[in-house]
């Protein structure tokens, strides 16, 4: 005769053990982890009552990458049917890898450590599904004073108003700026858009003393800075 304990365990849902057993693989082993298998735990903090695996592998097919499905816009989130608490946690897990990703700039050169900007950079923007357009402003030895994303737009433009680049810096005493914009693609080849808009922001610092060090397209994998390419 079935007691009560193996009543209550046939009744559970299967996940539940899957679930228990994914939390233990992941203490273990973190790295070894799937991308879908990293999405599916991530899900299961926000989705209590339902299978995560197939939600994880079809949100991968929907978006390609896990960076994409982090990256990606709320509203296609939600479209495909997920809880607001499930697209929170998501955005939230974006926000936080960028987060671990920004250089500790205050301390020295931004640019000496350049390399730490880019990875920060990338981190923060190279899966967004809109461009987004961010001002690093600098001290007169070149540490960062604020990193702040000025504004989104569309996939594949973005609104940049060179003289509020210029207001900003001024308001916070900077003596030089970076900017950093993304493109959706993922191919961080400037346009002609990107060019005529740097020069533009140049010219601004210029006549108010301000000195535009680079500015930086971030792809996917992959970047591309003017200043190394003989455009400032």
Do not use: W
């Amino acid at each position: 005769m079935p007691t009560k304990k193996t009543e209550a365990a046939e009744a559970a849902p299967h996940y539940l053990g899957h679930r228990q057993r994914l939390k233990a693989r992941f203490y273990e082993a973190p790295a070894s982890f799937q991308d879908y298998e990293l999405l599916e735990l991530l899900l299961t903090f926000a989705i209590p009552r339902k299978d995560t695996k197939k939600l994880a592998k079809d949100l991968l097919r929907e978006f390609s990458t896990f960076g994409d499905v982090l990256g990606a816009d709320p509203a296609r989130l939600e479209a495909l049917e997920l809880s607001p608490n499930a697209v929170a946690l998501l955005k939230t897990a974006y926000a936080a890898a960028a987060r671990v990703a920004r250089p500790e700039a205050r301390k020295r050169s931004a640019l000496s450590s350049m390399d730490a900007v880019i990875e920060y950079c990338t981190a923060a923007m190279a899966h967004e599904s809109v461009e987004q357009f961010r001002v690093l402003f600098l001290d007169r030895k070149n540490a960062l004073i604020k990193d702040e994303a000025q504004q989104k737009g569309t996939v594949d433009h973005t609104p940049v108003y060179p003289r509020e680049v210029v207001k900003r810096a001024l308001e916070l005493s900077a003596s030089a700026v970076i900017i950093v914009h993304n493109h959706p693609s993922g191919d961080p080849t400037p346009s002609a858009a990107d060019i005529d808009m740097t020069r533009q922001v140049q010219d601004a610092c210029q006549k108010l003393g301000l000195v535009l060090h680079d500015h930086v397209v971030i792809g996917r994998g992959k970047h591309a800075s003017f200043r190394a390419l003989g455009l400032l």
